[in-house]
Nanobody, 128 residues
Framework: QVQLVESGGGLVQAGDSLRLSCAAS????????MGWFRQAPGKEREFVAA????????FFADSMKGRFTISRDVTKNTVYLQMNSLTPEDTAVYYCATTRAPYASSTDYRSSSNWDYWGQGTQVTVSS
C-alpha cells in the first residue's frame, strides 16, 4: 500500500520561503517519479513541479521557475519542494504525487491523470 504524507505547510507572509516535505512508504521509490500539484479554492488542480526517476530531471510550471526547487532524499523516501518569494497567489493546498511511468516530457508530468498515487495535501497560505 503506497502512502504519501505531506508536511510543512502553514501561514507565511509574502516574500517568505517554505519547504514542503512528502514522505513516501509502501514501496522502494528510487524508481518512481515524484511531483507536486496545488489546488486553490474554486480552481482546478495545477501542476507545480516534478522530478523524474530517470536522470533525475526536474520540470516546473512556468510561474514557479526560478522560485521553486524540487529535490529528493532517496534514503528517506522523501521529496521536498522548496518555495521562495511566495506571493498570495501561491495560496493553495499542495499535493504530493508519484508514478512509476517513465515519462520523458513535461507535458506528461503536467497532467494530474498521469500520476498514480496522491497524498492528502498540506495547506499553504500566503498573506499580503
Amino acid at each position: 500500500q503506497v502512502q504519501l504524507v505531506e508536511s510543512g505547510g502553514g501561514l507565511v507572509q509574502a516574500g517568505d520561503s517554505l519547504r514542503l516535505s512528502c514522505a513516501a512508504s509502501g514501496r522502494t521509490f528510487s524508481n518512481y517519479a515524484m511531483g507536486w500539484f496545488r489546488q486553490a479554492p474554486g480552481k482546478e488542480r495545477e501542476f507545480v513541479a516534478a522530478l523524474s526517476w530517470i536522470g533525475a530531471r526536474t520540470f516546473f510550471a512556468d510561474s514557479m521557475k526560478g522560485r521553486f526547487t524540487i529535490s529528493r532524499d532517496v534514503t528517506k523516501n522523501t521529496v521536498y519542494l522548496q518555495m521562495n518569494s511566495l506571493t498570495p497567489e501561491d495560496t493553495a493546498v499542495y499535493y504530493c504525487a508519484t508514478t512509476r511511468a517513465p515519462y520523458a516530457s513535461s507535458t506528461d508530468y503536467r497532467s494530474s491523470s498521469n500520476w498514480d498515487y496522491w497524498g492528502q495535501g498540506t495547506q499553504v497560505t500566503v498573506s499580503s
